[in-house]
Nanobody, 128 residues
Framework: QGHLVESGGASVRAGGSLRLSCVSS????????MGWFRQRPGKERERVAT???????NYADAVKGRFTISHDNAKRTLYLQMDSLKPEDTAMYYC??????????????????????WGQGTQVTVSS
């Protein structure tokens, strides 16, 4: 059974930076799609960034140019470097994985993959 554990969430001032980490275990893969999702207060969960086993990345418009997703295969760790943080980035951030296929996207840019593993989340709070 796959297991994802996030860390790195904290309270920071606007303009600051954080790096989230997500360690995966308990499953094997030939291809994968991993990503960061967030749920802001009063909002539905949304995709922030995704990365496929080929190294291809995709970002939500709200974070392009500020956030960077990466994956260390040897450490089985997913990262999200968040720079120039804004109060509207305040959310619970979740790591997720599809261990069966690389990332694929619908014509409207939304993620096609069904993520089969989810972490418990790490809280990011950005104050103005």
């Amino acid at each position: 059974q796959g297991h994802l554990v996030e860390s790195g969430g904290a309270s920071v001032r606007a303009g600051g930076s954080l790096r989230l980490s997500c360690v995966s275990s308990g499953y094997t893969y030939l291809a994968f799609c991993m990503g960061w999702f967030r749920q802001r207060p009063g909002k539905e969960r949304e995709r922030v960034a995704t990365i496929g086993s080929e190294g291809n990345t995709n970002y939500a418009d709200a974070v392009k140019g500020r956030f960077t997703i990466s994956h260390d295969n040897a450490k089985r760790t997913l990262y999200l470097q968040m720079d120039s943080l804004k109060p509207e980035d305040t959310a619970m951030y979740y790591c997720a994985a599809d261990s069966e296929a690389g990332c694929d996207y619908n014509d409207d840019g939304s993620l096609f993959n069904e993520m089969n593993f989810w972490g418990q989340g790490t809280q990011v709070t950005v104050s103005s």
